[in-house]
């Protein structure tokens, strides 16, 4: 039986001369990413802004969306954003954060209720208060900051120092684009958005960790052979295995993106996006980033006899 | 003859099996699992409020409340000491946590400090000039504030209980906040009612001698306060400072009607029951103002003595505030007010959509990564799935037996875990290929591949883990049970990864003894 081979056999690809390609083009994605955050902002959602977001579905067929504005624009509530969601009878209402403290954002829900009435069904009503949205905030910016930090520390305590710069830079890569795409789409940014950074932070790494080990195997193995060749040789090596983890995942995802239901969609967006470009950075980054170290090759006898001693074993 | 020791084949199927059996509950519903002899494993994975619908309330105490009421009292007290014993000062008040008083004559403030410097036990008194200051300590303020916080849970606990609302959860979170959960609740608004009012229940004596020019021109006697009517709020009610008797010595209060009106009756303790005897009978003829959270509810007059120790409170109430109004008295004050901070409620339709789509995007995942899996490795991509799907088992065994909230970016977090537990079979295999064409026999070939990968398969889960442990740190409510979710997912499927897949590769490799191995 003939087995699918996503990269075939004895691929020998050159990423390491192309690594000028890839730098410039991450420069442009990082670059862009800052600026359209910096133009556009992002589009928090009221976990990090507070206010009010409340999800109905109407009980007489399609909702009117014009109805819904302008019957709730009367409220004098501030900006309230009113769009379809998922289909055509459901309806998310957004209102910003009111004036005043939390009891002003509990009069508001109040006020949108006795509009609505009894016409539609309640799917979801949430509101977050000024105190919580800046806590929440401030703890996703912790949650993203130290998930980093203690990522560099893991790879330098295992690699060394080089590797763990490389990995956190494609790292670090990752996580501005993936805040560019969501600044560029105007896709809401909230709690699970934050979640979803950092799993691909963590997968990103994961990804970059195959790499290196198998970079270090090779310093190890060809302790002649130039650099970037090595690093092109372990690149091909672990291809196959990159792509088929890639490509599993995103097969999951892409069922979780189409079939999960509205309320999880931006956050399979991000993580597919995400695996996308964590695959990219480990691949053309992480990698490339490498020849402008100078890495140790000595100092592994242990390793090398194990290797034979494993070797030695597998014999029937 | 690779070599696999019993002891580990031994670990890896009682793991397996551990895993179908803890897991198996999910299979029945409810009902039929509390069938089940008690011996049987018989939990089930509990859903989040955002699957099963409920409301969730972050709550405040608003506990500088209680301080502030006990400054006021020190105030109070101060200003009673110092005029009985006729020593004369300005400048009574406080600030931030500090009252403070100037006493006129230098020689009295000796004096004056022996009287204040034991008025609050949890204060500390210190004299500057003619100049006195007692602060409350650090102590007794964190204290107080820990207690007013016990206290309201206790009080919104018996206020949901009488409710109704079934399997709440009640907890403390953080210094000051109350963290509510109400499954099956969509629609909070009773509690958010019951939960908004202190419910501080007074008895007052009305002060006649006020007259309405008085109350309107704010001239208003020591001792005496205007307070509102809860009717009509314009309409001002001069009462005595002093409270006669206090709702905290209720001991019950139930909604009823006289004359076709709904009333609310009440009775208090025996102690309770005296004093409001001794107040009705020393002040027949007199009006009784009940006050409720600073609002005047009625003053009835006094006709007689009250010597029963039970009453009724007539407020041209609604059916629905008479009930509200007993409950809440019957449930106790709040030593503060409470805010809330943050609602998130879900209904049940919304929860039962969200589940259905989750569990076909599991499906869904599930089959295309199996599938993807035979047709790259064959044989081995079976090991793989069958893998897979002890993985899934193990996972809703540990959320069962964990009693983990399962919510919907859990059920992401399972879904992820599908597509990247396979990740480590796809490194052992990758690692085999490598090794076969590199001239090694079937069974070395799949040693060094097991062996090789492990450390790459363990650094590499390690940072998702630790994304993980940072993500269950920071992150609240649903975004925990994501990071819960996540973290099992990469335990389970490195040991059904690595274990399982291996113990069935080595039962093939030695019953078949292939010279030869397509992977």
């Known amino acids: ?316 | 003859m690779v070599y696999f020791a019993k002891w580990k084949i031994a670990l890896v199927i009682a793991v397996c099996l551990l895993g179908v059996a803890f897991a198996a509950p999910n299979m029945f519903d409810r009902n039929t699992t509390a069938e089940l002899p008690g011996w049987l494993p018989n939990q089930q994975i509990s859903l989040g409020l955002d699957l099963q619908g409920g409301s969730h309330l972050l709550l405040e105490v608003e506990a500088q409340t209680v301080i502030n009421e006990r400054l006021e009292s020190i105030v109070d007290s101060v200003r009673s000491s110092l005029r009985s014993e006729r020593i004369r000062y300005t400048g009574l008040g406080k600030t931030d946590n500090i009252v403070h008083v100037q006493i006129k004559k230098i020689e009295q403030v000796d004096q004056a400090y022996d009287l204040l410097h034991k008025l609050d036990t949890g204060s500390e008194t210190t004299v500057n000039g003619h100049k006195i200051t007692i602060a409350l300590t650090e102590q007794a303020i964190i204290d107080a504030k820990r207690s007013a916080v016990e206290q309201s849970i206790e009080i919104v606990r018996r206020r949901i209980d009488e409710t109704g609302t079934k399997e709440p959860n009640i907890q403390r979170q953080g210094d000051e906040r109350i963290l509510i959960q109400l499954p099956g609740i969509d629609n909070p608004e009773d509690v958010k009612r019951l939960l908004g009012k202190t419910a501080k229940m007074t008895f007052h004596l009305v002060n006649h001698n006020v007259t309405p020019e008085d109350l309107a021109t704010g001239r208003i006697p020591p001792g005496t306060i205007a307070l509102p009517d809860a009717e009509n709020e314009q309409r001002l009610i001069a009462v005595r400072r002093k409270v006669e008797v206090s709702g905290d010595m209720l001991i019950d209060s139930q909604p009823t009607f006289q004359d076709g009106q709904p009333v609310v009756s009440f009775t208090f303790n025996a102690l309770g029951g005296k004093k409001f005897g001794q107040v009705t009978t020393q002040n027949v003829n007199r009006s009784l103002a009940i006050v409720l959270d600073g609002k005047v509810i009625s003053a009835p007059n006094i006709n007689g003595p009250i010597l029963g120790g039970s009453g009724i409170i007539k407020g041209r109430f609604s059916v629905a505030e008479a009930n509200d109004l007993s409950l809440l008295l019957r449930a106790g004050a709040l030593p503060a007010p409470l805010v809330i901070l943050e609602e998130r409620t879900v209904g049940p339709g919304l929860g039962a959509d969200s589940v259905a789509a989750g569990e076909i995007a599991c499906l869904v995942g599930l089959i295309a990564v199996i599938g993807f899996m035979i047709l790259s490795y064959g044989r081995f991509g079976v090991y793989a799935d069958i893998a897979l799907m002890f993985n899934i088992i193990l996972i809703t065994a540990a959320l069962s037996v964990l009693q983990a909230t399962l919510t919907l970016p859990g059920i992401a977090g399972i879904v992820l875990t599908i597509g990247m537990a396979v990740d480590a079979n796809v490194l052992i295999f990758e690692r085999i290929r490598e090794e076969l064409r590199n001239g090694m026999g079937p069974i070395a070939a799949v040693d060094s591949g097991y062996k090789r990968a492990i450390k790459t398969i363990v650094d590499a889960n390690v940072t998702t883990l630790i994304a993980a442990v940072l993500l269950f740190e920071f992150g609240s409510g649903p975004v925990r049970g994501f990071a819960v979710t996540l973290a099992i997912g990469i335990l389970t499927s490195m040991f059904t990864a690595i274990m399982v897949t291996r113990l069935l590769v080595v039962m093939w490799l030695r019953r078949n003894k292939p010279k030869t191995m397509n992977i």
């Open chain 1, 1 to 316: 039986m003939k087995h699918l081979h996503l990269v075939p056999t004895g691929t020998k690809l050159d990423f390491i001369s192309k690594k000028f390609i890839f730098f410039a083009f991450s420069i442009i994605l990082i670059a862009s990413s800052l600026g359209l955050f910096g133009v556009n902002g992002l589009n928090y959602g009221i976990d990090f802004q507070g206010g009010i977001m409340m999800e109905v579905r109407s009980k007489t067929g399609p909702a009117d969306i014009a109805e819904y504005r302008s019957n709730l624009s009367d409220l004098g509530l501030g900006e309230v954003s009113i769009q379809e969601f998922g289909e055509p009878e459901e309806v998310l209402i957004r209102i910003q954060r009111q004036e005043g403290d939390e009891k002003a954002q509990q009069a508001a829900v109040e006020a949108v209720k006795s509009v609505l009435k009894d016409t539609v069904e309640y799917r979801r009503t949430e509101f977050v208060g000024p105190k919580v949205s800046e806590e929440l905030f401030e703890d996703g910016l912790m949650a993203v900051t130290l998930a980093i930090g203690a990522i560099l520390v893991y790879i330098w305590f295992r690699f060394e120092w080089q590797f763990g710069m490389g990995a956190v830079i494609a790292l670090i890569h990752d996580v501005i684009s993936t805040i560019g795409i969501f600044a560029l789409l105007g896709m809401e940014f909230n709690l699970s958005t934050v979640a979803a950074v950092l799993t691909i932070a963590g997968y990103s790494i994961n990804d970059t960790v195959v790499v290196y080990d198998r970079v270090r195997e090779n310093l190890r193995k060809y302790k002649k052979m130039e650099l970037p060749e090595l690093l092109n040789m372990s690149v091909n090596e672990t291809l196959s295995r990159t792509v088929m983890t890639s490509l599993t995942t995103l097969l999951a995802l892409l069922a979780l993106y189409i079939l999960g239901g509205e309320v999880i969609r931006g956050f399979s967006f991000a993580m597919i996006w995400g695996i996308v470009i964590g695959t990219y950075s480990s691949i053309c980054l992480a990698v490339p980033i490498l020849t402008y170290f100078t890495l140790r090759r000595s100092d592994d006898e242990d390793e090398n006899t194990e290797v034979e001693k494993v070797e030695g074993e597998g014999t029937v």
